[in-house]
């Protein structure tokens, strides 16, 4: 057995040798608003993930927080076949919370559309 793994074994070097490069850390609110200009430069959803190394999810959740000040719209994010209906049903439906208005409702709409449009309704209700 060669020095390296008798070091291993006994503990005395660490089984990841790979360096831990320190990560830059972002505030969120930074992260939001990078994804927000190069969604403004007419970077799709999908290009920002891939750019940004983060989910769809993650960057329609970073472009929907810029709706209440009206920097996006509810339909740069959906369709505006799908917003329409979700305006039209949801209002009609009895659900507890998110999921289960999501199990009411029909497949072709995602998690995320019925959050924003949900959303939605909740602040034109306050105002």
């Known amino acids: 057995m060669n020095i390296v793994k008798k070091m291993i074994l ?16 972002v505030l969120k609110n930074e992260s939001s608003k ?8 007419g970077k799709s959803i999908s290009e920002i993930a891939k750019l940004r190394e983060f989910t769809e999810t993650t960057i329609f959740g ?10 996006v719209e509810v339909t740069d994010l959906i369709s505006e076949t799908h917003y329409k209906e979700l305006l039209e049903i949801i209002p009609k439906l009895k659900f507890e919370n998110l999921s289960d208005l ?3 409702l029909d497949d072709k ?9 949900l959303n939605d309704l909740k602040s034109t209700n306050q105002h």
């Open 10 to 25: 006994n503990r005395m070097i660490p089984l990841n040798l790979k360096k831990n490069k320190p990560k830059k850390k």
């Open 34 to 41: 990078t994804s927000l200009e190069l969604f403004q430069s």
């Open 62 to 71: 970073h472009l929907s927080k810029f709706i209440s000040s009206g920097e």
């Open 102 to 104: 999501e199990q009411q």
């Open 109 to 117: 709409y995602s998690y995320s559309e019925i959050r924003l449009v």
